[in-house]
């Protein structure tokens, strides 16, 4: 397993609270609890036979009941902000589809 990176992208996205406890991803805006930002490092692959992987750092939370949504949101858009200039790379809002 090779540690060089490939390529680094910051996301955000919201999280709402687990039923066994910790936070998960959610695409609802009025289950959202936190805005959550991070960095997502891929590695390079050692060769075509094996697995790309990455790693999460740099995450801070922000959480809509303490700072309302819009200010969460706007402290998460400056946060990532930071990490883009830091990593020279784009940010994106992360959601998955709505489950049916």
């Not at 995450?59 to 819009?70: C, P, T, V, Y």
Request: hydrophobic share 30%; glycine share 4%; charged share 40%.
């Amino acid at each position: 397993m090779t540690n060089e990176i490939d390529y680094r992208e910051v996301l955000m996205h919201y999280s709402k609270p687990e039923i066994e406890g910790g936070m998960e991803y959610t695409d609802k805006k009025e289950e959202a609890e936190i805005v959550a930002v991070f960095v997502q490092s891929w590695f390079k692959k050692e060769d075509e036979n094996s697995c790309e992987f990455f790693d999460i750092d740099q995450e801070k939370d922000f959480s809509i009941k303490e700072l309302g949504h819009d200010r969460a949101v706007e402290e998460a858009k400056k946060y990532a902000s930071e990490l883009c200039s830091k990593y020279k790379t784009d940010c994106e809002w992360y959601w998955w589809p709505e489950k049916k």
